[in-house]
T-cell receptor, first 110, second 114 residues
Framework: SQTIHQWPATLVQPVGSPLSLECTVE??????LYWYRQAAGRGLQLLFY??????ISSEVPQNLSASRPQDRQFILSSKKLLLSDSGFYLCAWSGPYGYTFGSGTRLTVV | AQSVTQLGSHVSVSEGALVLLRCNYSSSVPPYLFWYVQYPNQGLQLLLK??????LVKGINGFEAEFKKSETSFHLTKPSAHMSDAAEYFCAVSVSNRDDKIIFGKGTRLHILP
């Protein structure tokens, strides 16, 4: 069966520090992968999606970047975090039954 | 372009009462529609989806939704609310059930009153 792993679950980082969130998928090959951010009262905002290794599409210009170094690995990064980067980050992959989401990372920038 | 609008960011119902969460969509092509549930500090879980088969879709946990093209609506209902239904619910639209980006509504937080 397909599973998706996302870590860490929570993270507190100072302003200006780097960020790396990792997401991996098991049990499927060549999945479409997505990073969403959820801020209070604003629903889910699509940040990046990828249809294959090295293929990244950015939906919203911002302080973040994404990479897909392997077929089932999707990484969200930042060189210098801003206070506005705080939020709940969700990784997802799309399959025949819709989207499957990871358990999320709660990022607090202080 | 596709979009969804969820009416009411917060809805409160008494335990045992009818749950009705409203969703209206906009799509230039026949849409795929979804409802997801999110419990605190967790990812989203698929409740149900509409893919142009039956207009009344049954999902998990006793929820169902009816696709009404004339009203461009896909409201979520449950006959009798349970305390465990307290969560945030997201309506979403896509032009396919796999390859296209899903567009989410802003969510409705459901509160269950004892």
């Amino acid at each position: 069966s397909q599973t998706i792993h996302q870590w860490p679950a929570t993270l507190v980082q100072p302003v200006g520090s780097p960020l790396s969130l990792e997401c991996t998928v098991e049990g499927t090959s060549n999945p479409n992968l997505y990073w969403y951010r959820q801020a209070a009262g604003r629903g889910l905002q699509l940040l990046f999606y990828s249809v294959g290794i090295g293929q990244i599409s950015s939906e919203v210009p911002q302080n973040l970047s994404a990479s897909r170094p392997q077929d089932r690995q999707f990484i969200l990064s930042s060189k210098k975090l801003l206070l506005s980067d705080s939020g709940f980050y969700l990784c997802a992959w799309s399959g025949p039954y819709g989207y499957t989401f990871g358990s999320g990372t709660r990022l607090t920038v202080v | 372009a596709q979009s969804v609008t969820q009416l009411g960011s917060h809805v409160s119902v008494s335990e045992g009462a009818l749950v009705l969460l409203r969703c209206n969509y906009s799509s230039s092509v026949p849409p795929y529609l979804f409802w997801y549930v999110q419990y605190p500090n967790q990812g989203l879980q698929l409740l149900l989806k509409y893919t142009s088969a039956a207009t009344l879709v049954k999902g998990i946990n006793g929820f169902e939704a009816e696709f009404k093209k004339s009203e461009t609506s896909f409201h979520l209902t449950k006959p009798s609310a349970h305390m465990s239904d307290a969560a945030e619910y997201f309506c979403a639209v896509s032009v396919s059930n796999r390859d296209d980006k899903i567009i989410f509504g802003k969510g409705t937080r459901l509160h269950i009153l004892p």
